[in-house]
């Protein structure tokens, strides 16, 4: 696993991005107008078999 604060603290100072968080190893991107996240909602999930999903919802 990687370290999100790190990661987190990287964006933050490159871009100004700002954080929702979602529990510890997740985190979305807030949208400039601080309202919403960029991307859309979303969630990951673990099927039967172990494969990793994400499912992404266009605005």
Not at 1 to 17: I, K, N, P, S
Request: glycine fraction near 14%.
């Amino acid at each position: 696993m990687t370290d999100l604060q790190v990661t987190r603290t990287f964006y933050e100072l490159a871009f100004g991005w700002e954080f929702n968080d979602y529990g510890p190893n997740y985190t979305g991107i807030k949208s400039v107008d601080g309202d919403s996240e960029v991307g859309g909602r979303r969630f990951e999930f673990t099927d039967p078999s172990g494969n990793r999903l994400g499912v992404y919802a266009a605005r």
